[in-house]
């Protein structure tokens, strides 16, 4: 069974960081894109930031320049480094990964920026 399981998240100021994390474990082989999605209340799921297996990046127009992701494969492990965070950043936060067309999510882990 394919498990995602989130760290990292919690409170923080506006201008502060955070650094999120995601392991997954189980027999899955091989990842091919990880990445993060965020949901705020009453608002859709967007994604965040993505990354492939060969290590090609995308971002949201609303994080570039402030939040970085990055993978470890042998880890299966996938980050994101969220810098400058802002009220607006505040959501619950997903990892989300595929292989062969499927799709495994977390269950999330909350991000609060207060002002």
């Known amino acids: 069974q394919v498990q995602l399981v989130e760290s990292g998240g919690g409170l923080v100021q506006a201008g502060g960081s955070l650094r999120l994390s995601c392991v997954v474990s189980?027999?899955?082989?091989?990842?091919?894109?990880m990445g993060w999605y965020r949901q705020a209340p009453e608002k859709q799921r967007e994604l965040v930031a993505s990354i492939t297996s060969g290590g090609t990046t995308n971002y949201a127009d609303s994080v570039k320049g402030r939040f970085t992701i990055s993978r470890d494969n042998a880890k299966k492990t996938v980050y994101v480094q969220m810098n400058s965070l802002q009220p607006e950043d505040t959501a619950v936060y997903y990892c989300h990964v595929t292989t062969w067309g499927y799709n495994y999510w977390g269950q999330g882990t909350q991000v609060t920026v207060s002002s």
């Open positions: 189980g027999n899955i082989y091989p990842i091919q894109a």
